[in-house]
């Protein structure tokens, strides 16, 4: 298993470039099978949660190959309906999108129960009762999740819950169904308007996404189309939050800063200064950190995949702060870690009381989840001495490069390989 080694204590300097949106490409690179043609996506992240991806659509027969080093072709001309490989895709939260574009597209859809970080019960009902709204009849069968219609028809949906997952899903299902189809209470994440923006450029009729109601008026046909994914809103968050923890002073390129406002506001009011400009974003830390609570929320609210990283900072500043994680049930399990590091945080359910203590020590740690991990890495470069990272195959998911963009900063850090006495899976 790899593990980062990082030398804390030093602040982070200069420039980095941040990538396409994991949680935009793991649902535009299932959806491009809706189109029977060649489409072209730009902006890819080269993140193993995309290797994935490709190569379940590669078993499933779609042609896949990479341009260049971010710029992926997809040819799902002759993909066939069948079942999405359990092995590949059950450990993927987001291999759940093949289920609403094979259903677009074939009407049918056999997919395995998605697995993915581990914050407790992640039910798919909703996903499960759009589907069925839309005609789809739904059965769970040894591990998969089977849908299938005669044919899809528009209709009301009414999300009980604000779900990004199920959002998309209907989306990408409605997209070519008869008629049209009304999500109420939709998610407004960025990454859904992103979706929303390429099936619209492949000829879909979708109006409103980036608010709750979605109008998708079905069409008959998708065409190929050449796409950019937008840049990662978390990417750039954790960035910002590694330039405040470490006392550095980074420009963060490649960046929409209206995506950013809800982590911006959150810093400044922490003593953080960022600048603001088109693309970009200069973050700089003068002086002590002051704490602020924070509650997650759907977008345009505090986002919760920023929480981990934001309690970190948190513990590093002199005062107490409360976070509430207002989206999933079980978020702090890596509270356990920074401890380890010597933070001082109660945890209450979904509330935590963090002391600041103005710092953290270095320690051994591991990454129990994506977002979990990066808080780790943030927490080591900010302590003075060494800390060895485990499990982060779990970072590798969703952050490009890390270790090179972190090193490009100015960070001591390594990757070593260790035997694997119990064959953890990579993902
Ligand atoms: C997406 O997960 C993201 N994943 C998550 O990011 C992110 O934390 C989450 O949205 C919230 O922003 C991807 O985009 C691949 P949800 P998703 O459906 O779609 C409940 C990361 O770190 N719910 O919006 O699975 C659910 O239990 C990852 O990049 C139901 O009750 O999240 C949760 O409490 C981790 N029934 C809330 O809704 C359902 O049918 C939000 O979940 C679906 C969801």
Redo the contacts with the bound molecule.
């Keep these: 298993m790899d593990k980062f080694v990082v030398n804390g204590g030093k602040p982070l300097h200069g420039e980095v470039t941040i990538s396409g949106a994991?949680?935009a490409a793991?649902?535009i690179i299932p959806a491009a099978i809706l189109a029977e043609g060649p489409c072209i996506i730009e902006n890819v992240p080269n993140i193993s949660d995309v290797a994935l991806l490709t190569r379940i659509l590669h078993d499933m027969g779609a042609s896949v190959r990479m341009i260049n080093k971010s710029t992926l072709e997809i040819n799902a001309k002759h993909l066939t309906s069948q079942p999405v490989p359990y092995d590949l895709a059950r450990n993927m939260?987001?291999s759940y999108y093949f289920l609403g574009a094979l259903l677009g597209r074939f009407s049918k859809a056999s997919v395995p129960m998605p697995g993915?970080?581990d914050f407790g019960?992640?039910?798919?009902?909703?996903?499960i009762k759009g589907f069925k709204l839309l005609g789809a009849q739904v059965e769970l069968e040894n591990g998969m999740v089977n849908v299938s219609a005669e044919r899809l028809t528009g209709t009301q949906i009414y999300f009980d819950?604000?779900?990004?997952?199920?959002t998309i899903n209907v989306m990408l299902a409605a997209v070519k169904a008869r008629g049209m189809t009304v999500i109420e209470n939709a998610?407004k994440?960025p990454?859904i308007v992103d979706l929303a923006n390429f099936l619209n450029s492949m000829g879909a009729d979708i109006m409103g996404a980036g608010t709750d109601v979605i109008k998708i008026r079905g069409v008959e046909k998708l065409r190929p189309t050449t796409y950019t994914i937008i840049p990662d809103q978390?990417e750039a968050g954790t960035y910002m939050v590694l330039a405040a923890a470490t006392k550095g002073d980074v420009m963060i390129k490649n960046v929409i800063p209206k995506h950013l406002e809800p982590i911006t506001d959150k810093l400044m009011k922490m003593g953080v200064e960022v600048e603001e400009f088109d693309d970009s974003l200069h973050v700089r830390r003068p002086g002590e950190l002051t704490g602020v609570n924070i509650r997650t929320m759907?977008h345009p609210g505090f986002?919760?995949?920023m929480q981990p990283q934001m309690t970190v900072l948190l513990a590093l500043a002199n005062n107490t702060s409360i976070v509430t994680e207002g989206?999933?049930?079980n978020r702090f399990r890596y509270v356990d870690e920074l401890r380890r590091m010597g933070a001082n945080i109660q945890v209450d359910g979904k509330v935590a009381v963090v002391e600041g203590k103005g710092s953290l020590t270095a320690a051994p740690v591991k990454a129990t989840d994506?977002?979990a991990g990066a808080a780790m890495l943030i927490a080591a470069l900010a302590a003075n001495g060494e800390s060895q990272i485990e499990d982060i195959y779990h970072i590798e998911r969703?952050y490009e490069e890390i270790e090179e963009k972190l090193r490009a900063l100015g960070a001591d850090i390594r990757k070593i390989s260790t035997p694997d006495k119990h064959m953890k899976k990579a993902l």
């Design positions: 994991k949680n793991v649902a939260r987001a993915g970080c019960v992640r039910p798919i009902d909703q996903h819950v604000v779900s990004v997952g199920a998610a994440e990454h978390i759907p986002p919760t995949d989206v999933w049930d994506l977002r969703g």
